[in-house]
């Protein structure tokens, strides 16, 4: 019959009385330490799903997570709420300056803009100096209203053998259709100011949009500028008169 040996083993980093006695004579290495595991972190997937969860997230990942949080009404009306001002402040990016465009480029950037933004078209002729001064406006007011599109297209690239005398011209298109037509400069006043020519783009249509304040916040805003700039003026002249006297 064989010879068995029975080895106890017990469990990992326990200590008998006998090691004990056997380190304290020195005929045992010191004990090492008891295994000790680290303390549990959560992982960044696992953050609470709050405001300030919804309010990390990209655009593409709120689309993704509409099906995720079927069971949470608040954070899913908040998502929808977050992706809304996301999509309008992607909408206020699209613009801010004047766009060069051809004759081919405009059935795509103006009939057939969204039914949401207005379209703003200068026509100019290069070396026309009553074409520079109504540009300078419409530059400022691009970078003004960037929820509102502006291109320039040369005259006669849009409309072939169109006439000099009637540049610049300003349309305003909406929805695919043409809501207003400005022929030549003295359409904006006596003065051509970015404060004027906004007046008169929006005496009848909420053309021009800043993508931040409601339609008509904007269009008492004009209002103000151009009263504060008639003003101004009429100050800046009566200070003039008074120095020459």
């Known amino acids: 019959m064989g010879d068995y040996h029975f080895v106890y083993k017990d469990v990992e980093?326990?200590?008998?009385?006998?090691?004990?006695?056997?380190?304290?004579?020195?005929n045992l290495p010191p004990k090492p330490p008891a295994f000790k595991p680290p303390p549990f972190t959560p992982s960044s997937d696992h953050q609470p799903k709050d405001k300030t969860w919804i309010d990390s997230k990209t655009s593409d990942e709120l689309e993704d997570l509409e099906d995720d949080l079927d069971d949470d009404r608040f954070l899913q009306e908040y998502r929808k709420k977050r992706l809304a001002e996301m999509q309008e402040a992607a909408k206020v990016l699209r613009f801010g300056?004047?766009?060069?465009?051809?004759?081919?480029?405009f059935v795509r950037e103006v009939s057939q803009a969204p039914s949401d933004v207005w379209v703003v078209v200068?026509?100019?002729?290069?070396?026309?100096?009553?074409?520079?001064?109504?540009?300078?406006?419409?530059?400022?007011?691009?970078?003004?209203y960037p929820a509102t599109k502006f291109v320039k297209i040369v005259s006669t690239d849009c409309i072939p053998n169109y006439p000099d005398r009637n540049v610049?011209?300003?349309?305003?298109?909406?929805?695919?259709?043409v809501k207003g037509n400005y022929v030549g400069l003295h359409s904006f006043g006596r003065r051509c100011t970015p404060e004027g020519v906004a007046l008169v783009l929006c005496q009848s249509d909420p053309v021009l949009h800043d993508g931040?304040?409601?339609?008509?916040?904007v269009i008492e805003g004009?209002?103000?500028?151009?009263?504060?700039?008639?003003?101004?003026?009429?100050?800046?002249?009566?200070?003039?008169?008074?120095?020459?006297d």
């Open 222 to 244: 004009v209002r103000k500028r151009f009263i504060e700039k008639v003003v101004a003026d009429h100050e800046e002249e009566d200070d003039d008169d008074y120095s020459s």
């Open 13 to 26: 980093g326990a200590s008998t009385q006998w090691d004990d006695i056997q380190r304290k004579l020195g």
């Open 122 to 144: 200068i026509l100019y002729k290069e070396g026309i100096p009553e074409c520079g001064l109504l540009m300078q406006s419409i530059e400022e007011l691009a970078v003004r």
């Open 97 to 105: 300056s004047v766009i060069p465009i051809s004759g081919s480029d």
């Open 212 to 217: 931040h304040n409601r339609n008509e916040e």
């Open 168 to 177: 610049p011209t300003l349309l305003v298109y909406n929805n695919g259709a």
